[in-house]
């Protein structure tokens, strides 16, 4: 966390950078429904556009409904058409991956998982034992086919070795039966394992 702190001492564009990476990122980890966009009836429970920007005429509206919050959203639709992404920790899992490509040595990646999972305790996305428990997963996911609790369906052609562990979630790789294409997948998102 020190380097953290030091990197933000840095000079003030750091703090400006930090800044909008961090409205970013609240951006894309927050619910459709718990966006002001949706209460306002912009957008829809999927994130679909109800309403275009020059049609909005209160203040509140246009808030909810900035040039980043459209980047944002259009970048959120895209990642919710990958297997796992739609999920609670999918999406924090592309947070922290986005937030990874900034910090690149493995002491700042532990830190820094560290930082992200406090931060979404404090702002009450996620509860301690959601993210601090010692989460039961395998080191190996079986031979067989899944149900996806998204809809789908994969396969792991052989006993397949987690590739990665990402806020305590094994990540397997899987082929994706109806697109022909290898996926990346957590227990988690899977009907039954």
Not at 75 to 102: D, N, S
Not at 149 to 163: C, M, N
Request: hydrophobic share 40%; net charge negative; aromatic share 10%.
């Amino acid at each position: 966390m020190e380097n953290f702190r030091e990197y933000i001492d840095i000079n003030e564009s750091a703090a400006v950078d930090l800044f909008v990476a961090y409205r970013f990122l609240r951006i894309l980890t927050t619910t459709w429904e718990d966006q002001e966009a949706f209460k306002h009836g912009i957008i829809d429970k999927d994130g679909k556009l109800l309403r275009k920007a020059n049609t909005l005429t209160k203040s509140e509206e246009k808030a909810s409904f900035t040039m980043l919050h459209r980047l944002v959203f259009n970048l959120k639709r895209i990642l919710h058409k990958i297997p796992g992404v739609k999920t609670k920790i999918g999406t924090y899992a592309t947070a922290l991956f986005l937030l990874k490509q900034h910090f690149p040595t493995a002491e700042n990646e532990k830190s820094l998982e560290l930082v992200f999972k406090n931060w979404l305790v404090d702002n009450g996305l996620c509860d301690d034992e959601e993210l601090f428990e010692d989460v039961q997963q395998s080191e190996v996911l079986p031979k067989g086919k899944y149900k996806l609790k998204e809809g789908g369906t994969v396969v792991a052609f052989q006993d397949t070795q987690r590739i990665d562990e990402v806020l305590g979630y094994s990540i397997f790789p899987v082929m994706n039966q109806k697109k022909k294409k290898e996926v990346y997948v957590s227990l988690e998102d899977l009907e039954n394992v």
